[in-house]
């Protein structure tokens, strides 16, 4: 399974943009029961958990409530991030993750830069 993410680039603050990754190769079981995440690494700072998908629902990082929304389309094999109002602080490495029962796979990352 290779996870390809896209979707990165500049905007200004206050902008938006949508995140996706696909996971090719993954059979459909598979992916449907994994559970989906996006995480993000700025400069100096540790990666940290954005927000992640399941079949039990999904999660966000307090920083993001409100603004981010994560979302998947399993016949696609894709999951997405949709991220409005973004703010300077959002800018980030963003990469996806796949969590097949702790069996973990990462995709390469899309930069985000928010400028103020």
């Known amino acids: 399974v290779q996870l390809q993410a896209s979707g990165g680039g500049l905007v200004q603050a206050g902008g938006s943009l949508k995140l996706s990754c696909k996971a090719s190769?993954?059979?459909?079981?598979?992916?449907?029961?994994?559970?989906m995440g996006w995480y993000r690494q700025a400069p100096g700072e540790q990666r940290e958990l954005v927000a992640s998908?399941?079949?039990?629902?999904?999660n966000y990082a307090d920083s993001v409530k409100g603004r981010f929304t994560i979302s998947r389309d399993n016949a696609k094999r894709t999951v997405y991030l949709q991220m409005d109002n973004l703010k300077p602080e959002d800018t980030a490495v963003y990469s996806c993750?796949?969590?097949?029962?702790?069996?973990?796979?990462w995709g390469q990352g899309t930069q985000v830069t928010v400028s103020s």
């Open positions: 993750n796949m969590d097949w029962y702790g069996t973990l796979r």
């Open positions: 190769g993954s059979i459909l079981s598979t992916f449907i029961g994994s559970t």
């Open positions: 998908i399941s079949g039990r629902g999904m």
